[in-house]
């Protein structure tokens, strides 16, 4: 189980600040806690971070400011601590104004998912029943991942067992792994920054004749007035457009959009194959080839 518990934030003027800890007696040094602080990144980009310092190893969770660490005693699990951290951070109130208590109660919370998710506590979750059964009685063959966009890995076979939180799922597939109740094995390729590790993408369109980012999007629409076609150019927060055929004003939630053409605002090129470019949400950084097959899926099947 885990020694200690901190919570710091990040004062604009001050930087990291030391705030409560529990036990009482496990205290933090400024140095430590920007040393956690540098766990995420230069700019606190990765909501989990890992950093060494005199006392062991600390695994902490980013909610700017504020900033939760967890002291992992030596030989520990790190990835369960991980994951039950972050099972844990729906439980903590971060604008609590009593935190000797809130981190006394986040603390105890900590032990007690971590006696859920392991040993016998996690073989005797009923959903966990239900799957090992279907497992062995061939009824799921394997717990495939299924790869969407947002980068999220879904397992739906474990569904019904284990619920739809996709994010739960996952972690309890590593906590009956952690058992020997189940092994991974590699299954398909998916996205991961090889900068930050990071698997959420954004998408930008350029132009294909310029590269630039400066684009409108130019909407060939129907009009439910007067059933007459025009083009309008849609932007953020508008509500209405006014049809170019019969005048009258359309609310844009009303539009049928028959085509799109993305028109340049620096060269000018209207274009309906824009040049599409895929960046890490995390760190803005553009993927390349490598980064769109970096990562490894991974399947779970049932250990005889």
Known sequence: MPKAIFSIWWDDRLGPMVGRSYPETMTL???EAITIFMGHGVNQETDVGYSKIQSGLVISYMRPPSCIGVLVKEGENSAAIERNLRRLIPHINFDSDQWDKELEKAFGVLHDLMNETSGEELLLNPGVKQ??????????EAIK??????????????????GSDDE????????LEDEEVLESRTYGRRVECRQCGD???TIELQCPNCSSKDIHKVYTVFCPKCSNQF?????DDLAEVICLSCKQPVKVNELAVID??????????ASSDPKI?????????????????AGTGLAYYFKH
Do not use: W
Request: glycine fraction near 4%; include cysteine; charge should be negative.
């Open 29 to 31: 040094k400024s140095e």
């Open 199 to 201: 698997a959420d993408l």
């Open 260 to 269: 799109v053409e993305p028109l340049c605002n620096e060269c000018g090129t």
């Open 131 to 140: 799957l090992i059964g279907d497992m062995m009685e061939k009824r799921i």
């Open 277 to 293: 470019v895929f960046k890490c949400a995390t760190c803005d950084k553009q993927l390349k080839g490598a980064d769109l097959l």
């Open 145 to 162: 991942p299924k790869h969407v966009l947002r980068a999220t890995v879904r397992y739906p076979e474990a569904y019904d067992a284990l």
């Open 168 to 175: 739960e799922v996952a972690r309890l597939l590593k906590d």
């Open 231 to 235: 083009h309008a150019v849609i932007v």
